[in-house]
Each structure stands twice: as structure tokens, then as C-alpha cells.
């Protein structure tokens, strides 16, 4: 089963892993490092390694909230450091691709559950609008 790390500004990472616990229930293997006020890029490293060694498991995914902010530019960072260890990194996280994450992580490898969340995430976002919008009917192909 792959290994995953959340990390992020403030508790966002801990809030997430929070509420998919909430809805999928406690999970092994899934850590959450927050990169809080005053805390060095250095500490956020530390601690993100401290995560992945202590997994079982010799995939880990780690999922940051932001393209090119601290956790994911230290997480990309970390690729060549955790030996032994096949690690992807993906930005822009939501409960969506948690979701997703947690249940199909055991069913799959690594480059498949990339894969997967790039289109999970994206399609967990809708507008209610669009949602409510009745459906008009299609007579492309005639009655």
C-alpha cells in the first residue's frame, strides 16, 4: 500500500486528514506535516522525512496544498534524499483527492494512483449552479 504525506500552509494539512478520517475512517500509513508560522523550510524537511521513514512502505505519495509554495518545493526537495523510497509529488490537494487517495492507494501502484488523482481532484470541483441546471434534451440524432 502506498504511504501518503499531506503537507501545507498552517494546520490545513492536519484539518484534511481530519475530515477524510471523518469520513473514511482511521488509515494507516497517511501523515500530515503543517507548515506552521515561523517554521523554518529546514524543520518542515525534518519533519517530512521523520513521516516517510517511519511508513512501512516503500511508495509515498506526497500531496501538497500549493504549486511552488514551502511544503511542496521542500517535498520535491526530498525526492533524492529518501533513499530506498519511490516517491511522487502532486500540488493543489483537496478532500476530493483524499478521498480517492485513501480508498484506491491498496488497488494500485504509485504511477496508476498519480494518475487517478489528477482526475479526481479536478472533478471534485462543481458549481451548484451547473449542478441544479436541468438538462436539455438531446435531438442531435433526432426524435
Known amino acids: 500500500m502506498t504511504g501518503i504525506i499531506v503537507?501545507?500552509?498552517g494546520n490545513f494539512p492536519s484539518g484534511l486528514l481530519s475530515a477524510v478520517e471523518l469520513v473514511a475512517g482511521g488509515q494507516e500509513a497517511l501523515k500530515a506535516v503543517d507548515f506552521t508560522k515561523g517554521m523554518s523550510s529546514h524543520e518542515l524537511e525534518e519533519q517530512l522525512i521523520e513521516a516517510a521513514s517511519a511508513m512501512e512502505t516503500d511508495q509515498i505519495l506526497i500531496l501538497a496544498d500549493l504549486l511552488g509554495g514551502s511544503p511542496f518545493n521542500t517535498s520535491s526537495m526530498l525526492r533524492s534524499k529518501l533513499e530506498g523510497?519511490?516517491?511522487?509529488?502532486?500540488?493543489g490537494v483537496n478532500m476530493a483527492m483524499m478521498i480517492e487517495a485513501v480508498f484506491a492507494r491498496g488497488t494500485m501502484d504509485l504511477d496508476a494512483l498519480v494518475q487517478d488523482l489528477l482526475t479526481a481532484g479536478p472533478e471534485g470541483i462543481k458549481d451548484l449552479d451547473q449542478l441544479m441546471a436541468p438538462e436539455e434534451p438531446d435531438f442531435s440524432d433526432g426524435l
Open 85 to 91: 523510497k519511490q516517491v511522487k509529488v502532486l500540488a
Open 7 to 9: 503537507t501545507g500552509h
